[in-house]
């Protein structure tokens, strides 16, 4: 079967690569829950359950059971580099994007004063807002809100132009919010930024489960997603830019400074976690030599082949996703964001004129349909929505490549019924 699918996601094969898909829970669920964390894909859960049965140690030491387990968690390390495109010392790894946030904020005391300026936006997940509220809190710097339009959610790139100036030291954005999913302009913004000597951080949280980071086309300041978002182990990875990184206060014991990869990190997350991310590289190396063939490009790099395969999933899921926005068209219901593909990832937040977003999570949940409802952390947004209460929120139905066609009608015949 291999190199016969190009031009489409071969889903039987994706599927078959998500062990959970084999137990009873899995098989009958329909899971729309995947912007809170992805089922993980089987040569992570090998890599992860390899670790802790025959290394689980504390790494690095003379004896072979010790050197062995080092040698797994830097190749885990070195796979995440391949599959970014970047090198392993511009990768930190952390107990998750919300800590490495924090770690990043408090690392860019030494690049803010009483008279900078840090603009965020009012899109974004908590995560990426209150770490640089405290970081100015402390600094005596300002806190500019970029803020979202009230009826779309969207940020416009004029407004953003009205807030930069001089005094910009850090923009902080998302790549794609978690209740929007409009890809937002971060290409542009560091182009008008930059220049202004202005550093840019993005929240790519929301973003690397449809669609793996370009980071060496993007080349951003620092960028940030979970690895449990996208078939893997509780991680949260940053990549931050050397000069960049060079500027900051580092974050760890000051012996260990002279390690780039160490700069900012501020306590070491699971060992067995960080090994595991060897499997991400293999499954996208199978993904990849199943659609493409095994002798098309073999010798194109983990970041390439990366890109390609991570193409044809992010096409499935918005194919998908245009199946849902259309059935559901007709219904009663407010979507957060655009009701078309185009510029959107496949994450859809939506509200009931009937019904409340648990009535609707819980109708679903009958049927076997996993998607939760609330805020999401991304409570100043639904605010700006004019979400009334937002511990009620939005219901999200947010996808994964490995969704299928069924999992679709099976919302849809879900929302009609109970409409
Ligand atoms: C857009 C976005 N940013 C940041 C975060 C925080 O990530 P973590 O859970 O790894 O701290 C999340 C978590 O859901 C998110 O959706």
């Given at each position: 079967m291999s190199g016969t699918h190009k031009n489409h996601l071969d889903i039987e094969?994706?599927?078959?690569?998500?062990?959970?898909?084999?137990?009873?829970?899995?098989?009958?669920?329909?899971?729309f829950e995947n912007a809170g964390g992805s089922y993980v894909a089987g040569p992570v859960l090998e890599k992860l359950m390899h670790f802790y049965r025959v290394n689980k140690v504390q790494p690095y030491g003379e004896c072979e059971i010790l050197r062995v387990a080092g040698e797994q968690m830097d190749a885990g390390r070195q796979t995440m580099a391949d599959l970014l495109g970047v090198a392993?010392?511009?990768?930190?790894?952390?107990?998750?994007?919300?800590?490495?946030?924090?770690?990043?904020?408090?690392?860019c005391?030494?690049?803010?004063?009483?008279?900078?300026?840090?603009?965020?936006?009012?899109?974004?997940?908590e995560a990426n807002i209150g770490a640089w509220e405290r970081l100015c809190r402390r600094s005596?710097?300002?806190?500019?809100?970029?803020?979202?339009?009230?009826?779309?959610?969207?940020?416009?790139?004029?407004?953003?132009?009205?807030?930069l100036n001089k005094n910009t030291a850090i923009v902080c954005m998302t790549h794609s919010s978690n209740i929007v999913g409009t890809i937002n302009p971060v290409a542009e913004v560091i182009s008008l930024a930059r220049p202004l000597g202005c550093r840019i951080i993005v929240d790519g949280v929301s973003f690397a489960p449809h669609q793996?980071?370009?980071?060496?086309?993007?080349?951003?300041?620092?960028?940030?997603?979970?690895?449990?978002?996208?078939y893997a182990t509780h991680l949260g990875v940053m990549y931050t830019a050397t000069d960049f990184a060079q500027s900051l206060d580092p974050?760890?014991?000051?012996?260990?400074?002279?390690?780039?990869?160490?700069?900012?990190?501020?306590?070491?997350?699971?060992?067995?976690?960080?090994?595991?991310l060897d499997g991400l590289g293999d499954y996208f190396n199978a993904s990849y030599h199943h659609h493409f063939g095994s002798t098309d490009n073999s010798d194109n790099s983990l970041y390439?082949?990366?890109?390609?395969?991570?193409?044809?999933?992010?096409?499935?899921e918005?194919?998908?996703?245009?199946?849902?926005?259309?059935?559901?068209?007709?219904?009663?219901?407010?979507?957060?964001?655009?009701?078309?593909?185009?510029?959107?990832?496949?994450?859809?937040?939506?509200?009931?004129?009937?019904?409340?977003?648990?009535?609707?999570?819980?109708a679903l949940a009958a049927k076997d349909i996993a998607a939760g409802h609330g805020h999401f952390y991304a409570l100043r947004l639904l605010e700006k929505a004019g979400i009334k209460d937002t511990e009620d929120g939005v219901l999200r139905i947010s996808f994964s490549h490995y969704n299928n066609a069924r999992d679709v009608e099976r919302v849809l015949e879900a929302l009609a019924a109970i409409h």
């Open positions: 094969f994706v599927r078959s690569c998500f062990p959970a898909f084999e137990e009873p829970l899995a098989a009958k669920t329909a899971f392993s010392n511009n990768i930190t790894l952390g107990a998750s994007t919300t800590q490495n946030f924090n770690t990043m904020a408090y690392a005391s030494a690049i803010v004063n009483k008279h900078s300026e840090v603009i965020v936006t009012e899109q974004d997940h005596g710097a300002k806190l500019v809100i970029w803020p979202a339009d009230p009826v779309t959610g969207e940020l416009s790139l004029e407004s953003f132009e009205q807030l793996w980071p370009d980071i060496p086309q993007l080349q951003p300041d620092a960028y940030c997603f979970s690895t449990y978002k996208t974050q760890c014991h000051y012996f260990n400074e002279g390690y780039p990869q160490k700069r900012l990190d501020g306590a070491g997350p699971d060992h067995a976690a960080i090994a595991a390439e082949k990366t890109q390609s395969i991570a193409a044809l999933m992010h096409a499935h918005s194919e998908l996703c245009a199946q849902l926005l259309s059935g559901i068209k007709d219904l009663p219901l407010r979507i957060i964001g655009r009701n078309r593909m185009e510029g959107r990832e496949a994450n859809i937040a939506l509200t009931s004129e009937t019904h409340t977003s648990q009535a609707l999570s819980k």
